[in-house]
């Protein structure tokens, strides 16, 4: 009998594939900027594949599938909020939700709003202000007052559809950092790790036709629930507590971005 034959929901079969590592997250140079912004040992990708065509409006089969599938269950990855410790999915998840994250962006000058209204000066330092609380986010420079504070000046310079963007989500994420994140005084590490971190993440391909680089990548960000409540990517829900699911179509492969807030990894 065919493992797809297996009652699967949605008909999707999935196999993990510990092989492929994400460089991104694990050369010395970002592994000691995510211990400064305490969020090493707490952020992890992973990488699944996938045997039907995926569809974006199947979205929803294709997630509740996923977190059914054998071959997942006993192999993802999410922090234990008692322990601390990785630990994998031990209950039965009933309901998904699955956001649709738009993925269209592929230049960083994407961010270069940031130097034109004087958040970032030209040299790359992050322009100060005097200290205000976003709960539970410190704000002390004008780069975290424009990407929490809904009612500042700078606010517009990135526009709602800007700011739903993965590449924006993703570096916003960096910049927030975990519970005990050191700041960075300039902006160039936010950018870097999170341009990385993208390119690790995303999929591009030529198109035939016209031979402009486009973006084959679906995004989804994604909760899961059992029949007590939310389960993944924890039980307590926080700005800084996620997983994305960045599926690739054609060849077939989910890679999983997790993170969960918390104190990360000190020395």
Same mark, same amino acid.
């Given at each position: 009998?065919?493992?797809?034959?297996?009652?699967?929901?949605?008909?999707?079969?999935?196999?993990?594939?510990? $092989?492929?590592?994400?460089? #991104?997250?694990?050369?010395?140079?970002?592994? @000691?900027?995510?211990? =400064?912004?305490?969020?090493?040992?707490?952020?992890?990708? $992973?990488?699944?594949?996938?045997?039907?065509?995926? =569809?974006?409006?199947?979205?929803?089969?294709?997630?509740?599938?996923?977190?059914?599938?054998?071959?997942?269950?006993?192999?993802?990855?999410?922090?234990?909020?008692? #322990?601390? $410790?990785?630990?994998?999915?031990?209950?039965?998840?009933?309901?998904?939700?699955?956001?649709?994250?738009?993925?269209?962006?592929?230049?960083?000058?994407?961010?270069?709003?940031?130097?034109?209204?004087?958040?970032?000066?030209?040299?790359?330092?992050?322009?100060?202000?005097?200290?205000?609380?976003?709960?539970?986010?410190?704000?002390?420079?004008?780069?975290?007052?424009?990407?929490?504070?809904?009612?500042?000046?700078?606010?517009?310079?990135?526009? =709602?559809?800007?700011?739903?963007?993965?590449?924006?989500?993703?570096?916003?994420?960096?910049? /927030?950092?975990?519970? /005990?994140? $050191?700041?960075?005084?300039?902006?160039?590490?936010?950018?870097?790790?999170?341009?990385?971190?993208?390119?690790?993440?995303? @999929?591009?391909?030529?198109?035939?036709?016209?031979?402009?680089?486009?973006?084959?990548?679906?995004?989804?960000?994604?909760?899961?629930?059992?029949?007590?409540?939310?389960?993944?990517? @924890?039980?307590?829900?926080?700005?800084?507590?996620? @997983?994305?699911?960045?599926?690739?179509?054609?060849?077939?492969?989910?890679?999983? /971005?997790?993170?969960?807030?918390?104190?990360?990894?000190? #020395?």
């Amino acid at each position: 009998m065919a493992a797809g034959e297996l009652g699967h929901s949605g008909g999707y079969y999935f196999r993990f594939l510990p $092989q492929k590592t994400f460089q #991104s997250l694990s050369t010395p140079e970002i592994t @000691s900027r995510l211990r =400064q912004w305490s969020m090493l040992g707490r952020i992890k990708a $992973q990488a699944f594949g996938f045997d039907q065509t995926f =569809q974006v409006y199947r979205k929803d089969d294709f997630v509740m599938a996923f977190f059914k599938d054998p071959n997942v269950i006993p192999n993802l990855k999410l922090l234990s909020d008692s #322990s601390g $410790q990785w630990i994998t999915l031990g209950t039965e998840v009933k309901k998904i939700e699955a956001i649709n994250v738009p993925c269209t962006q592929l230049s960083m000058s994407f961010f270069n709003p940031l130097y034109d209204e004087d958040i970032v000066r030209e040299n790359g330092h992050i322009v100060k202000c005097l200290d205000s609380f976003c709960d539970p986010f410190l704000i002390s420079d004008e780069l975290r007052k424009v990407l929490l504070v809904e009612d500042s000046e700078k606010y517009e310079v990135f526009s =709602q559809p800007d700011r739903e963007e993965f590449l924006f989500c993703l570096f916003k994420h960096l910049c /927030l950092g975990g519970a /005990l994140c $050191q700041y960075e005084d300039v902006l160039n590490p936010y950018l870097e790790t999170a341009k990385l971190v993208y390119k690790d993440l995303v @999929s591009v391909r030529k198109n035939p036709q016209t031979k402009k680089i486009q973006i084959t990548s679906s995004v989804f960000k994604v909760t899961a629930y059992d029949s007590v409540g939310m389960c993944y990517p @924890s039980t307590k829900s926080h700005e800084q507590t996620f @997983s994305y699911f960045i599926v690739d179509p054609i060849i077939r492969h989910v890679h999983v /971005l997790y993170h969960c807030y918390g104190v990360g990894e000190m #020395s």
